[in-house]
């Protein structure tokens, strides 16, 4: 196993715990879904480190930058830096909506930068996962924000290309659907 393979192993295995060790003591699985972004955005900085090329190093400056508006559009994040009535006024400014759309405009970049559609076939995929990206900003299908990285994990591994970068966004997907797994039995 690489040091990326671990890394995210571990990222994950202390995620799971955190759950487990709730589980024990209050008798319901909770995960810190809150903060997903910012554990792959962590674990995204050392992948940053660990690249040896301009190519790696780009993809993932875009993933992590996409990372950075992600995190700075949550509340829960934020409540860390802003107190209460100065959080109240950001959510209700234009500037959440701000780092939404920056975020999705650097997603946008980093699939182009990351498939570099030529064939038919990573046009395709290319176009599913903007497409994705898109319908996920609509209020009534918001849970498809849940399903880009994986779709293009399973992309990445039917390419058989798995670069050691790609660890990160199997950690991304798998966050993802943990999230959508969580918020989907707390509705029901």
Do not use: C, H
Not at 47 to 76: T, Y
Not at 112 to 135: N, T
Request: glycine share 4%.
């Amino acid at each position: 196993m690489g040091r990326e393979a671990r890394i995210v192993f571990l990222s994950l295995l202390t995620i799971l715990l955190y759950g487990i060790i709730i589980l024990i003591e209050k008798g319901f699985l909770v995960l810190p879904f809150p903060l997903f972004d910012s554990i792959v955005f962590i674990v995204g900085l050392r992948f940053l480190f660990w690249a040896d090329n301009r190519k790696k190093r780009l993809v993932l400056g875009l993933f992590l930058s996409a990372l950075l508006f992600a995190i700075a559009s949550k509340p829960f994040v934020l409540e860390i830096f802003i107190n209460g009535q100065d959080l109240e006024i950001f959510q209700a400014s234009i500037w959440p909506d701000v780092f939404k759309l920056v975020q999705l405009l650097l997603l946008i970049v980093f699939f182009g930068a990351l498939i570099r559609p030529k064939k038919m076939q990573e046009w395709i995929i290319f176009s599913l996962l903007l497409g994705l990206l898109v319908a996920s900003q609509i209020p009534m299908i918001a849970f498809l924000a849940y399903l880009p990285f994986s779709v293009l994990v399973i992309y990445l591994y039917l390419r058989k290309e798995m670069l050691p970068i790609y660890y990160l966004f199997i950690l991304k997907a798998s966050l993802d659907l943990l999230e959508g797994v969580m918020m989907l039995f707390s509705t029901y």
